[in-house]
């Protein structure tokens, strides 16, 4: 079945830098693609989305291109904020209105 | 944009009581409402789907006579844990898909969860 596979966390980085948080997914189709953010104490919200290949999903700096070559959907900025610690959820949705989800990435940002 | 009011943001409840949590949609129609338990350090956990006017689909595993779900109207669906018990104590969080997005590239919305503490 479909399936999301993102880095497993936690993630520490210092402020100003360059942050990677990798996604894989096994879709048959073509999948919407979903990047979520949960921030401490909070419930999810959507942080940006793509819905079809090579389409670049961006919110709040944060960036991700849809590549269907590579069956990825990796999130990046290049300048990370304390204030973007959080729970990042990386998923996608399929022709039968199913969500699969992945495991989550704790990011954590140091002054 | 969309938002998703989910009550209470927190509950303690005595053991064998039943709490409920409500799900609102302030700004849309939600045909199709969905409620996921979160546990610790972990992702979330779909537990049901909760259409408007039907029966709620249960996940595998979930006890439908403990999670009982009611979506009376297309901006309300309610999760009553009944006889709750300490090892229900978790994160809840509901969502819902705007009802003139029904394609499945639309996203989902989310309540800010409520947490349950069963003592």
């Known amino acids: 079945g479909d399936s999301v596979t993102q880095m497993e966390g936690p993630v520490t980085l210092s402020e100003e830098a360059f942050l990677t948080i990798n996604c894989t997914y096994t879709?048959?189709?073509?999948?919407?693609l979903f990047w979520y953010v949960q921030y401490p104490g909070e419930g999810l919200q959507l942080l940006l989305k793509?819905?079809?290949a090579d389409d670049k999903g961006s919110n709040k700096g944060f960036e991700a291109t849809y590549r269907k070559e590579t069956t990825s959907f990796h999130l990046e900025k290049g300048s990370v904020q304390v204030s973007d610690s959080a729970v990042y959820f990386c998923?996608?949705?399929?022709?039968?209105?199913?969500?699969?989800w992945g495991a989550g990435t704790k990011l954590i940002i140091k002054p | 944009g969309a938002v998703v009011s989910q009550h209470p943001s927190w509950v303690i409840c005595k053991s064998g009581t039943s709490v409920k949590i409500e799900c609102r949609s302030l700004?849309?129609?939600?045909?199709?409402m969905f409620w996921y338990r979160q546990f610790p350090k972990q992702s979330l956990m779909l537990m049901a789907t909760?259409?408007?006017?039907?029966?709620?689909?249960?996940e595998q595993g979930v006890e439908k006579d403990k999670f009982l779900i009611n979506h009376a109207s297309l901006t309300l669906s309610t999760l009553t844990v009944t006889s709750a018990h300490p090892e229900d104590s978790s994160f809840y969080i509901c969502?819902?898909?705007?009802?003139?997005?029904?394609?499945?590239?639309?996203?989902?919305?989310f309540g800010n969860g409520t947490r349950l503490t069963v003592t």
């Open positions: 969502s819902a898909r705007d009802r003139g997005g029904q394609r499945y590239n639309s996203p989902l919305h």
């Open positions: 909760s259409n408007e006017g039907s029966k709620a689909t249960y």
């Open positions: 700004d849309f129609q939600a045909t199709t």
């Open positions: 998923a996608l949705s399929n022709s039968n209105y199913q969500l699969i």
């Open positions: 879709a048959t189709g073509y999948p919407s």
């Open positions: 793509a819905t079809k």
